[in-house]
């Protein structure tokens, strides 16, 4: 693959490693550390059977024939929502705490917004023996009491964050501090393709069994490997970063990036960072950031608690400046109307992340022979609520 992270850890103007001093030698060594161990024998043979047995491996790729017929195109999902926990997050958590045990960490911290990555690691952090403990804004906490719940029955600590707005981007600087505290024995097991290299491409390099699948599947399905567009959701970018890893370089094959417009992003309430942001740093890298004239964080906003970062990984802050991405804000009320469709039409009730992604649909033009493949990042079990509520 041509497209690749520099040497210290840059997509062209956007990436790096901006840490505190207490954290360099952790992070320098996780930087060394991280492609041997990914590339070695003994990790990859056990990845690959977690993820097959574990985590149920390969995920289905379906043709939607409904959904095809209405949006004149042939358009396949990538059912993200059927692995275990019920969504793409559990990939990276697998990889991650391989990598922990392989470096000698005992302790495992997270941070999580809406609980899915929170979840995640604990569920992992359970089938691996380790201390697990979970950084989750104080609102976040009550949002999504139900994750609380799952994390601490999977023997996990919950520690509520009550700094800023007390949302996943004050859980992200406290799980930082967490490890500036605590670098000897512990592993930070990021969520999603942001935070301080190697992160971002740990992450990707993770998530990118989506494509190598997708791959594999197309070639079966239609006797050719690459689709015409691919869609995804994006909150920090793992999933889409997932979901294009193998056709990057491939120009033959349209991305488009569905994120969350909130309101809209013509106001105050919206999380599209890649239209509203502006360069600045956070959480450790280089990116577009939803900041005012000081640099202060704007805090995000949208229906959607799994979108809801005031950042975007560094890698798609680059790939949607060069035009290889075309991003598209999606609003709350046009997310919902699009996870009813899916579900009245398919009898697939996503992730409301996800129903982002089936909304972009209505804003493509397709030829009938145009091959979709749209992931569905999530299963929507967790946003029941949210979908009634929008209705009523
Ligand atoms: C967390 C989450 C997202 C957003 O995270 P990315 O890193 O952008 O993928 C999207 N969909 C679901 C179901 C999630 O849980």
């Known amino acids: 693959m041509k497209y690749q992270v520099d040497k210290n850890g840059f997509f062209g103007r956007f990436g790096g490693a901006y840490v505190p001093e207490i954290l360099y030698k952790c992070v320098h060594d996780l930087q060394e550390a991280y492609l041997p161990i ?13 993820l097959r047995d574990y985590v149920g491996r390969p995920s289905p790729l379906y043709y939607a024939n409904r959904m095809s017929e209405k949006y004149g195109c042939k358009l396949y999902l990538k059912r993200e929502d059927l692995n275990h926990t019920g969504a793409h997050k559990i990939n990276n958590t697998v990889g991650q705490i391989l990598m922990a045990k392989k470096m000698g960490k005992t302790r495992i911290i997270a941070e999580t917004g809406a609980g899915q990555h929170g979840v995640a690691t604990a569920t992992v952090c359970a089938l691996m023996n380790m201390k697990c403990e979970v950084f989750m804004g104080a609102t976040d906490v009550e949002r999504q009491h139900v994750n609380v719940e799952r994390m601490k029955m999977l023997g996990a600590t919950v520690h509520p964050v009550r700094t800023g707005n007390m949302t996943l981007s004050d859980a992200c600087s406290e799980a930082i501090r967490d490890w500036c505290c605590h670098p000897e024995d512990t592993f930070y097991i990021v969520g999603s393709t942001m935070g301080p ?13 989506i494509s ?35 056709y990057i370089d491939d120009t033959r094959v349209k991305i ?8 809209g992003i013509d106001t105050d309430h919206t999380a599209a ?29 949208t229906i959607s608690a799994g979108l809801d970062y005031p950042g975007i990984g560094p890698m798609h802050a680059d790939l949607a400046e060069k035009g290889r991405e075309k991003v598209l804000a999606i609003n709350d009320d046009e997310a919902i109307r699009a996870g009813y469709e899916l ?10 992340e996800s129903a982002h ?3 972009a649909l209505s804003k493509l033009k397709f030829t009938p022979d145009d091959v979709v493949v749209l992931t569905v990042s999530g299963r929507g079990d967790k946003d029941i609520e949210t979908y009634l509520n929008a209705r009523s």
Do not use: W
């Not at 290299?197 to 069994?209: E, F, G, L, N, T």
């Open 212 to 246: 190598k699948e997708i791959k594999q599947q197309l070639e079966e399905k239609i006797g050719r490997d690459y689709p015409d567009y691919l869609i995804a959701c994006v909150g920090g970018g793992s999933n889409a970063a997932g979901t294009i890893y193998h």
């Open 38 to 50: 990914i590339e070695s024998k003994e990790f990859q043979d056990e990845y690959y059977a977690l």
């Open 256 to 263: 488009v990036l569905a994120e969350a417009g909130g309101h």
């Open 343 to 352: 579900t009245r039409m398919e009898g697939i009730i996503p992730a409301i």
């Open 273 to 301: 960072t890649i239209h509203c942001g502006s360069e600045g740093i956070l959480h450790g890298a280089r990116t577009l950031v939803m900041q005012n004239e000081d640099g202060q964080i704007q805090e995000a906003f």
């Open 197 to 209: 290299h190697p992160y971002p491409d740990i992450v990707a390099k993770m998530q990118s069994i």
């Open 357 to 359: 992604a089936v909304a």
